[in-house]
């Protein structure tokens, strides 16, 4: 029985001393962290700035598309966010990102976060115009009808009445939008962008070990998406609470 427990008790700490030279051949060796590290600056870089002007692009074109709905008007306008959204959508991101950058930039020298920024961006504003413009859409009549009454525009009733209660209706489905962008960033090593992912894919090429440096990414990705998750959730009981 002691000779059995001393062979259990050897392999277990013969795997953990493989385990730690792995981890220090992967990730401390020659500074190998960094590429993680660098990659994450980049990830976050990509998804931030690409959620700022998505839901920017995003408000435009749900505006334009509300206000057909609802007045009848703006039909050039209306088809062509119509077309913008149904392209966007019916095509993967990959596919948008590599005619970004090997075709619409493939004779300009430009630097490739840009790139990537521009095409999750155009990305993100489709889906992020119709989650706006359900809120728009769900926003009583009546509230339309009582701002023009109070002698504002049309545009200035919907800036100053329709879009505020609109926003705070869809914020929870705003947070979540953010959550699916950043992981979706994953894909800018088809333009060889070294985001967090390609940084773990660098990684597993110089050291020819797979299992540490894309756990150590896959980790990342799910504590950022956990700690967005809880926001998500504490946002969610603070409209709830407010609503009461």
């Known amino acids: 029985m002691e000779q059995l427990f001393g062979k259990i008790l050897s392999a277990v700490s013969g795997a953990f001393e493989g385990l730690v030279q792995t981890f220090i051949n992967d990730f401390i060796v020659e500074n190998r962290w960094r590429y993680l590290v660098n990659g994450l600056g980049v990830t976050i870089k990509v998804a931030l700035l690409s959620a700022i002007f998505g839901i920017i692009l995003g408000a435009i074109v749900a505006v334009i598309r ?83 009454s109070l002698g504002f525009g049309f545009v200035q009733t919907m800036w100053y009445v329709i879009i505020p209660q609109a926003i705070k209706n869809v914020l929870p489905a705003l947070a979540n939008e953010f959550i699916t962008l950043l992981k979706e960033t994953s894909v800018v090593g088809y333009i060889a962008l070294e985001d967090l992912t390609r940084g773990g894919d660098i990684i597993r090429s110089i050291t020819f070990d797979a299992f540490m440096p894309l756990i150590a990414v896959a980790l990342i990705y799910l504590g950022m998406v956990c700690l967005l998750s809880a926001g998500v959730a504490r946002l969610e009981r603070r409209l709830r609470a407010s609503e009461r």
């Open 66 to 148: 509300s206000s057909h709905d609802k007045t009848g008007k703006l039909k050039f306008l209306n088809l062509l966010c119509k077309i913008y959204t149904t392209v966007i959508r019916g095509t993967p991101i990959v596919l948008q990102l590599m005619i970004i950058y090997f075709i619409v930039f493939g004779s300009v020298k430009i630097d490739k976060s840009l790139v990537a920024i521009i095409a999750f961006s155009i990305n993100s504003g489709a889906y992020v115009s119709e989650i706006i413009r359900s809120g728009i859409m769900s926003v009583d009549n009546g509230q339309l009808e009582a701002g023009r």
